[in-house]
């Protein structure tokens, strides 16, 4: 069952993930627009009972990959919702060749949710592009792997590798220190921009949200960008 993040405008559904063995889980999040429209974020698995529960809290317009490792599912959400806009992140469609995607997210958002959100591309390179968005009402950064949190809830032994490399019970990213200058440079700017965004709740993908101080969290995980 979907959960309820504030109430009647932002929901979040989890499912299994498993990724090199490691038990990762992903996160799902489903946010109102204008009315009964709906906007997913890095769609999961579509099964009966949690397409049940999106056609009872509204209408799929938008469905969203924010980058190339957030697509698996992608084609369920075409064919449960014809009707639905589906935007590819940058680089998907050249790699997700099966599937033919109409829209492709860019460094701004879309005429039909800029109203109610921010975008923006997390850009440092070719090996790491995702597209960030800022839901302007609840003040909540949402994320696919730019940034993970796991904490207590993680399973054991996903823990227990974490613990080893030293990225257990802390906000970590993926984003390789070792940048070029060049790359260093994209990605200060794309970090000064999203840092401009008045939001607090971080929701991401992998591991627990970050219901507080998420402009902190994520200025401190990204020091060296300065």
């Known amino acids: 069952m979907m959960i309820e993040i504030v109430e009647n405008k932002l929901w979040v559904q989890r499912m ?23 906007f997913i974020h890095s769609p999961i698995s579509l099964d009966i009972k949690l397409k049940q529960e999106l056609d009872r809290i509204g209408r799929v317009d938008f469905v969203v990959s924010p980058n190339k490792m957030h697509h698996f599912f992608i084609a369920d959400y075409m064919q449960g919702y014809p009707a639905a806009l589906v935007f590819a992140s940058p680089g998907l469609p050249e790699k997700r060749k099966d599937v033919a995607f109409k829209y492709l997210l860019k460094d701004n958002p879309e005429n039909q949710w800029a109203h109610y959100l921010g975008q923006k591309i997390f850009y440092c390179g070719e090996d790491f592009r995702e597209v960030v968005f800022f839901h302007r009402e609840t003040r909540t950064l949402i994320v ?8 207590e809830n993680t399973a054991f032994l996903t823990k227990l590798v974490l613990k080893v490399v030293g990225s257990y019970n802390k906000p970590i990213s993926p984003v390789d220190t070792g940048l070029t200058a060049n790359q260093k440079a994209m990605a200060a700017a794309s970090l000064e921009y999203i840092l401009g965004w008045d939001f607090d709740r971080i929701i991401l993908a992998h591991g627990d949200i970050i219901e507080t101080g998420g402009k902190k969290v994520l200025s401190e995980l990204f020091f060296w960008l300065n």
């Open 16 to 38: 299994k993930l498993t990724f090199f063995g490691l038990e990762i889980g992903t996160r799902m999040t489903v946010i109102r627009l204008a009315g009964d429209s709906l």
């Open 144 to 151: 696919a792997d730019l940034i993970m949190n796991f904490r």
